[in-house]
């Protein structure tokens, strides 16, 4: 059974970073790509950011390019999420979840990250960015 564990949310001033961890058990995630998401109150889950080891490919959003740095770590089967300069605006729970569908680029780049296409969610981890 897949199982994807976020560890790293808290609260921080903004200008802060913080890293996010998702932990893969069950499966070894370097067949698949993982993506972040966030939801903010009242807002519609959004992707973040995206990695696939199996074809080279990492997703960054608009709002996050250049803040947001995301890799894997194939030993310990996890991706984080290096999220620095932070904004109030930030602010949500974040999400990882595993891409269950076959050419994860392609519908990449014609779709951009849709939470439609993971399966496998993990249970969250909330950001506060404090202006």
């Known amino acids: 059974e897949r199982q994807l564990v976020e560890s790293g949310g808290g609260l921080v001033q903004a200008g802060g970073s913080l890293t996010l961890s998702c932990a893969a058990s069950g499966f070894t995630f370097d067949d698949y790509a993982i993506g972040w998401f966030r939801q903010a109150p009242g807002k519609e889950r959004e992707g973040v950011s995206a990695?696939?080891?199996?074809?080279?490919?990492?997703y960054y959003a608009d709002s996050v390019k250049g803040r947001f740095i995301i890799s894997s770590d194939s030993a310990k089967n996890t991706v984080s999420l290096q999220m620095n300069s932070l904004k109030p605006e930030d602010t949500a729970v974040y999400y990882c979840a595993v891409d269950v569908g076959p050419m994860f680029s392609v519908r990449l780049g014609v779709f951009g990250l849709r939470p439609g296409d993971f399966g496998t969610w993990g249970q969250g981890t909330e950001v506060t960015v404090s202006s």
């Open positions: 990695i696939s080891e199996a074809d080279g490919t990492t």
